[in-house]
């Protein structure tokens, strides 16, 4: 049985509290995939209480927060309060935190618009990313979510895809900061309160997190290493326990047996390595990632269907064979905040944030460490003259070592702008700035900033930066610039990063100019890094319809190793984007191109053409939809893999064809019943990265002169009511660069990388036509072509249809289809067979309220147009109540196999899936009824009932519209 609810309510409570709530349970395993700006977020339990002076909230929902040193963006589970009375704001929050926070910076590859693997604290992967948790950065500028704006995200996976409108390169600096969803989830409060009086504001604000005791009891089964958890034993924050126990051969996952090997004269014992052989010991393992080669494993390029580790010596891995169980821990944030406005322009503030952790929650002699962080800042302006103001700031930070914050206190950029590690972050340092400038509230802005940094004696840094902007009616410009020193142990470095941008408006039409160029000189080194990045381009958005934006982009970057060996690259883009949108038209073009040349002068181009039109009449009668792409990029090649879940949480089954008992990747097909589906299929990128060429065409064009009704009877005779569809499409992905659309042949190279890199959903191919016309009431002919590669199906279909608009309704129609799996996967898979299909129907409305559609199908299977495989009759009945007297709808299918084949064969569950030989009933009964004004009932009742298996769910569903 199964069951799902699904339930919104928002109305007023009393004359000044509103009601809003969202309680769905619908069994999902994990949470929506969503790529584009499209996505809902999923929300499970919410509910809200919103009153003048307060807002009470439980379930699922965001808490976004940020004073000062104090930011905290996390999606809980839980209960909180908030109230503001007169002077007085506070909110209170107790929940379960849903994720861990993660700053990543990714290493991108040139003409690789993704995907990019996101991962853990640890490095776990894959993880699920929290949706709409993350923050994707370039250069230091946030980017827009959305397949029409500058990336996509694939949360279930961990994926982040780039589009065309920004070509990836090798020298773009990526961050992405996110949430992802752990296993453990931990109990926090929350609370913050504002207090102002006059003058004086007072503010503190509490974050604590702590981790179950319970919990790692449970999941550590050996009570000595819990006693030395509680002796307090262990340094790390996590401890290792054993991660192999003995398992089944009929076992679903990777199974692995112990060796010794002998390496350089020496014996090494206990080597997991991968088996099935049965008259081994044979053991489940569990790996976990310990560091950049600091591990003896490594994960396997192996086709199979689990991740595969595979025993390298000499510590060459990051993963060991060890289960890494955390040691509870517990966090707390406290945070003061004072200030004060001094005369009538200055504002002093003073804010203190401590961090306190419990690294061992289990052990009663754990000591707490400490660490803070001080923020002291003074602002102050005058006055010159009724157009200009001065502004004088003094901002002092301090820190103690090994402070951690909930999320990041400094901007992604803070660490380039000053010429710094990451680890830098975490010492203890002074960070001091003097800050002048002049407003004129209307044209310009000058601002110049001196600051240091220190860190003891290991580091001296001064900074001088500053920032201009001059708008007049026709002219905007801004510039920024850094000139930074480091004084370290190791030397002397300068750096320098300035920006420039020079904006023009002539009408609705903006042209710009933006001048990137940055420079580090260490010790004696002329130009340790230098590059110049010029982007020149226009953009036009006169109205909400219609934009335009064209830009090149070209960036020279200089490498030296020493004072005489220099590298070179530079890289070309050309970047074009037209749009419209219209009533009855709907026009998009992008031409997006690159080219990087290296230190060797070898050259490589990527680019991406797409175009779509869309276009229609009025009244419809003549549409026409245009869409075709092309581009060329590098790809990591990704591998399939089919992870096991509870049944009905799938969408897949395992099928033991060649009855080896290991899992391959052409043994996983579609369930058709819920109770097979018990697995969810995920894609894990391989280190190979390939170059792609990829072609799509899309065309439509339908004439509907049925729509024609307000005009005289000869013009509506003369443009003949008739329905004419017609759909050609084409997709092919491929290595070669000479894509022809012929098949794929036994020997051709694309297959061979298919079927060596497990690659096939990478390398397609698909046509497909369809043309359908129809005149008044009559349906005259109607023809559907699909032909694809790797898994090849095409049909056709001629249909005649006779409908009438009153009581009855006659359908006649003629199937072909030939389904060739040929090299799909594996050689055990080679098949193929033809089907044709005969079926009428016979449609009956408003008998006793009701709708009767009766059909009847007849379908002979053939292997070759000699060899008869069988034949599947059906018989169908749809009954359904039109009225509200009876809102039923039942479905009866009446199945007589004869499949004269093996059963348990591919081919057999292509065409005859779930039912078996001899009679099958497949029967659906919905039934929805609304009570009153607002309550609706719902139901719905499956049974599927062969000579050999029975298999019914149902559900009620009772809900609510206000």
Same mark, same amino acid.
């Given at each position: 049985m199964n069951n799902q609810l699904d339930l919104s309510i928002k109305g007023k409570i009393g004359q000044q509290t509103e009601l809003k709530a969202i309680i769905k349970d619908k069994q999902i395993p994990i949470q929506p995939e969503g790529i584009t700006t499209t996505l809902e977020e999923l929300e499970q339990i919410y509910i809200e209480l919103n009153h003048p002076n307060y807002v009470i909230k439980a379930g699922d929902y965001f808490v976004n927060y940020n004073k000062n040193l104090f930011k905290l963006n996390k999606k809980i589970k839980g209960l909180g309060f908030e109230s503001s009375i007169k002077n007085y704001k506070q909110s209170t929050h107790l929940s379960q935190a849903k994720g861990k926070f993660r700053r990543l910076k990714i290493i991108a590859t040139t003409g690789n618009q993704g995907p990019y693997r996101l991962n853990g604290n640890q490095n776990e992967s894959p993880i699920i990313v929290l949706a709409n948790t993350e923050r994707v950065y370039i250069n230091g500028i946030l980017l827009k979510r959305g397949e029409n704006f500058d990336y996509i995200i694939d949360y279930n996976n961990g994926e982040v895809f780039f589009t065309s409108k920004q070509i990836i390169s090798s020298v773009m600096r990526i961050v992405v900061e996110y949430e992802y969803k752990i296993s453990q989830l931990s109990n926090?409060?929350?609370?913050?309160?504002?207090?102002?009086?006059?003058?004086?504001?007072?503010?503190?604000?509490?974050?604590?997190?702590?981790?179950?005791?319970?919990?790692?009891?449970?999941?550590?089964?050996?009570?000595?290493?819990?006693?030395?958890?509680?002796?307090?034993?262990?340094?790390?924050?996590?401890?290792?326990?054993?991660?192999?126990?003995?398992?089944?051969?009929?076992?679903?996952n990777a199974l692995y047996r112990l060796k010794d090997t002998l390496i350089n004269d020496s014996v090494i014992q206990n080597i997991f390595e991968l088996s099935r052989d049965s008259t081994q010991l044979l053991y489940n393992v569990e790996f976990s990632y310990v560091g950049t080669s600091k591990g003896n494993y490594k994960i396997s390029t192996n086709n199979s269907v689990s991740i595969i580790f595979e025993w390298l010596a000499d510590k060459q891995g990051d993963y060991e064979?060890?289960?890494?169980?955390?040691?509870?821990?517990?966090?707390?944030?406290?945070?003061?905040?004072?200030?004060?406005?001094?005369?009538?322009?200055?504002?002093?503030?003073?804010?203190?944030?401590?961090?306190?952790?419990?690294?061992?929650?289990?052990?009663?002699?754990?000591?707490?460490?400490?660490?803070?962080?001080?923020?002291?800042?003074?602002?102050?302006?005058?006055?010159?003259?009724?157009?200009?103001?001065?502004? &004088?700031?003094?901002?002092?930070?301090?820190?103690?070592?090994?402070? /951690? !914050?909930?999320?990041?206190? @400094?901007? %992604?950029?803070? +660490?380039?702008?000053?010429?710094?590690?990451?680890?830098?972050?975490?010492?203890?340092?002074?960070?001091?700035?003097?800050?002048?400038?002049?407003?004129?509230?209307?044209?310009?802005?000058?601002?110049?900033?001196?600051?240091?940094?220190?860190?003891?004696?290991?580091?001296?840094?001064?900074?001088?930066?500053?920032?201009?902007?001059?708008?007049?009616?026709?002219?905007?410009?801004?510039?920024?610039?850094?000139?930074?020193?480091?004084?370290?142990?190791?030397?002397?470095?300068?750096?320098?990063?300035?920006?420039?941008?020079?904006?023009?408006?002539?009408?609705? &039409?903006?042209?710009?100019?933006?001048?990137?160029?940055?420079?580090? /000189? !260490?010790?004696?080194?002329? @130009?340790? %890094?230098?590059? +110049?990045?010029?982007?020149?381009?226009?953009?036009?958005?006169?109205?909400?319809?219609?934009?335009?934006?064209?830009?090149?982009?070209?960036?020279?970057?200089?490498?030296?190793?020493n004072a005489t060996n220099k590298n070179i690259y530079s890289t070309q883009a050309l970047y074009l984007s037209k749009s419209k949108n219209s009533t009855n038209n709907q026009f998009a073009s992008t031409l997006s191109w690159q080219q990087e040349t290296d230190s060797s002068q070898n050259i490589v181009q990527y680019y991406n053409i797409k175009l779509y039109d869309s276009w229609k009449t009025p009244r419809s009668v003549l549409s026409g939809q245009v869409l075709m792409e092309s581009y060329a990029s590098k790809e990591p090649q990704r591998i399939e893999q089919y992870i096991q879940v509870p049944n009905g949480q799938g969408y897949f089954k395992w099928i033991d064809y060649n009855n080896n008992q290991i899992q391959e990747l052409g043994e996983f097909e579609k369930a058709t019943m819920l109770n097979e589906a018990n697995y969810q299929k995920i894609y894990r990128p391989s280190s190979n990265v390939q170059q792609y060429y990829n072609y799509k065409t899309n065309l439509r064009l339908s004439y509907d002169g049925i729509n024609i009704k307000s005009i005289n009877f000869l013009s509506k005779l003369l443009f003949a009511p008739v329905l004419i569809k017609l759909n050609w499409q084409t997709n092919s992905k491929s290595t070669n660069q000479n894509i022809s659309f012929a098949e794929y042949q036994k020997n051709d190279s694309n297959s061979i990388l298919n079927q060596s890199n497990k690659n096939a959903l990478f390398n397609y191919r698909l046509k497909k036509i369809v043309l359908s016309t129809q005149y008044t009431d009559y349906s005259i002919f109607s023809l559907y072509v699909n032909g694809g590669e790797l898994k090849s199906e095409k049909n056709s279909l001629f249909s005649l249809n006779y409908l009438p608009k009153s009581v009855f309704e006659l359908n006649l129609s003629l199937q072909n289809r030939i389904n060739n799996n040929s090299n799909r996967y594996y050689q055990t898979r080679n098949y193929s067979y033809l089907s044709k299909t005969y079926s009428a129907s016979i449609f009956f409305s408003n008998v006793f309220f009701l709708d009767l559609r009766t059909k009847v199908s007849y379908n002979e299977l053939h292997k070759t147009k000699f060899e008869h495989l069988g034949f599947i009759q059906t018989i169908s009945l749809e009954l359904s109540g039109k009225q509200a007297v009876l809102p039923i709808n039942i479905k009866l299918n009446y199945l007589k196999i004869n499949y004269l084949e093996e059963q348990n064969t591919p081919m057999a569950f292509e065409i005859i899936q779930h039912h078996r030989n001899g009679n099958n009933f497949d029967l659906d009964i919905t039934f929805n009824i609304k009570l009153g004004q607002i309550w609706i009932l719902s139901s719905m009742y499956q049974a599927q009932i062969s000579s050999k298996a029975q298999f019914h769910s149902g559900n009620i569903k009772f809900s609510a519209k206000f």
């Amino acid at each position: 049985m199964n069951n799902q609810l699904d339930l919104s309510i928002k109305g007023k409570i009393g004359q000044q509290t509103e009601l809003k709530a969202i309680i769905k349970d619908k069994q999902i395993p994990i949470q929506p995939e969503g790529i584009t700006t499209t996505l809902e977020e999923l929300e499970q339990i919410y509910i809200e209480l919103n009153h003048p002076n307060y807002v009470i909230k439980a379930g699922d929902y965001f808490v976004n927060y940020n004073k000062n040193l104090f930011k905290l963006n996390k999606k809980i589970k839980g209960l909180g309060f908030e109230s503001s009375i007169k002077n007085y704001k506070q909110s209170t929050h107790l929940s379960q935190a849903k994720g861990k926070f993660r700053r990543l910076k990714i290493i991108a590859t040139t003409g690789n618009q993704g995907p990019y693997r996101l991962n853990g604290n640890q490095n776990e992967s894959p993880i699920i990313v929290l949706a709409n948790t993350e923050r994707v950065y370039i250069n230091g500028i946030l980017l827009k979510r959305g397949e029409n704006f500058d990336y996509i995200i694939d949360y279930n996976n961990g994926e982040v895809f780039f589009t065309s409108k920004q070509i990836i390169s090798s020298v773009m600096r990526i961050v992405v900061e996110y949430e992802y969803k752990i296993s453990q989830l931990s109990n926090s409060i929350f609370h913050s309160s504002e207090f102002n009086q006059n003058k004086w504001q007072f503010g503190i604000d509490y974050y604590a997190e702590q981790e179950s005791k319970s919990n790692f009891i449970e999941n550590t089964a050996d009570s000595v290493l819990i006693q030395q958890v509680y002796d307090g034993e262990f340094a790390n924050s996590y401890i290792e326990t054993q991660a192999y126990s003995l398992a089944d051969i009929a076992s679903n996952n990777a199974l692995y047996r112990l060796k010794d090997t002998l390496i350089n004269d020496s014996v090494i014992q206990n080597i997991f390595e991968l088996s099935r052989d049965s008259t081994q010991l044979l053991y489940n393992v569990e790996f976990s990632y310990v560091g950049t080669s600091k591990g003896n494993y490594k994960i396997s390029t192996n086709n199979s269907v689990s991740i595969i580790f595979e025993w390298l010596a000499d510590k060459q891995g990051d993963y060991e064979a060890v289960k890494k169980i955390d040691i509870p821990q517990k966090k707390q944030w406290l945070q003061t905040r004072t200030s004060k406005q001094i005369g009538n322009s200055g504002l002093l503030s003073i804010d203190m944030l401590n961090y306190f952790q419990d690294k061992n929650r289990i052990s009663p002699n754990n000591e707490q460490e400490k660490a803070y962080a001080l923020h002291l800042l003074y602002k102050d302006s005058i006055s010159i003259n009724q157009y200009i103001k001065g502004f &004088l700031d003094f901002d002092f930070y301090s820190q103690s070592n090994d402070l /951690q !914050t909930i999320e990041p206190i @400094f901007g %992604n950029e803070f +660490i380039r702008n000053w010429n710094l590690t990451d680890s830098f972050i975490y010492t203890d340092f002074q960070n001091t700035k003097l800050i002048f400038s002049l407003n004129n509230t209307e044209k310009w802005t000058n601002k110049v900033q001196l600051a240091t940094i220190s860190q003891g004696d290991e580091l001296q840094a001064v900074q001088t930066s500053w920032h201009s902007e001059l708008n007049t009616e026709k002219w905007n410009s801004i510039g920024q610039g850094f000139f930074t020193q480091n004084f370290t142990n190791l030397g002397k470095e300068q750096f320098s990063k300035h920006t420039q941008t020079i904006n023009y408006k002539l009408d609705s &039409l903006l042209l710009y100019t933006q001048v990137d160029a940055e420079y580090k /000189q !260490t010790n004696n080194i002329l @130009f340790d %890094n230098k590059y +110049i990045d010029i982007k020149t381009g226009t953009n036009k958005n006169d109205s909400i319809s219609h934009n335009f934006e064209m830009y090149y982009r070209y960036r020279l970057e200089e490498k030296s190793t020493n004072a005489t060996n220099k590298n070179i690259y530079s890289t070309q883009a050309l970047y074009l984007s037209k749009s419209k949108n219209s009533t009855n038209n709907q026009f998009a073009s992008t031409l997006s191109w690159q080219q990087e040349t290296d230190s060797s002068q070898n050259i490589v181009q990527y680019y991406n053409i797409k175009l779509y039109d869309s276009w229609k009449t009025p009244r419809s009668v003549l549409s026409g939809q245009v869409l075709m792409e092309s581009y060329a990029s590098k790809e990591p090649q990704r591998i399939e893999q089919y992870i096991q879940v509870p049944n009905g949480q799938g969408y897949f089954k395992w099928i033991d064809y060649n009855n080896n008992q290991i899992q391959e990747l052409g043994e996983f097909e579609k369930a058709t019943m819920l109770n097979e589906a018990n697995y969810q299929k995920i894609y894990r990128p391989s280190s190979n990265v390939q170059q792609y060429y990829n072609y799509k065409t899309n065309l439509r064009l339908s004439y509907d002169g049925i729509n024609i009704k307000s005009i005289n009877f000869l013009s509506k005779l003369l443009f003949a009511p008739v329905l004419i569809k017609l759909n050609w499409q084409t997709n092919s992905k491929s290595t070669n660069q000479n894509i022809s659309f012929a098949e794929y042949q036994k020997n051709d190279s694309n297959s061979i990388l298919n079927q060596s890199n497990k690659n096939a959903l990478f390398n397609y191919r698909l046509k497909k036509i369809v043309l359908s016309t129809q005149y008044t009431d009559y349906s005259i002919f109607s023809l559907y072509v699909n032909g694809g590669e790797l898994k090849s199906e095409k049909n056709s279909l001629f249909s005649l249809n006779y409908l009438p608009k009153s009581v009855f309704e006659l359908n006649l129609s003629l199937q072909n289809r030939i389904n060739n799996n040929s090299n799909r996967y594996y050689q055990t898979r080679n098949y193929s067979y033809l089907s044709k299909t005969y079926s009428a129907s016979i449609f009956f409305s408003n008998v006793f309220f009701l709708d009767l559609r009766t059909k009847v199908s007849y379908n002979e299977l053939h292997k070759t147009k000699f060899e008869h495989l069988g034949f599947i009759q059906t018989i169908s009945l749809e009954l359904s109540g039109k009225q509200a007297v009876l809102p039923i709808n039942i479905k009866l299918n009446y199945l007589k196999i004869n499949y004269l084949e093996e059963q348990n064969t591919p081919m057999a569950f292509e065409i005859i899936q779930h039912h078996r030989n001899g009679n099958n009933f497949d029967l659906d009964i919905t039934f929805n009824i609304k009570l009153g004004q607002i309550w609706i009932l719902s139901s719905m009742y499956q049974a599927q009932i062969s000579s050999k298996a029975q298999f019914h769910s149902g559900n009620i569903k009772f809900s609510a519209k206000f």
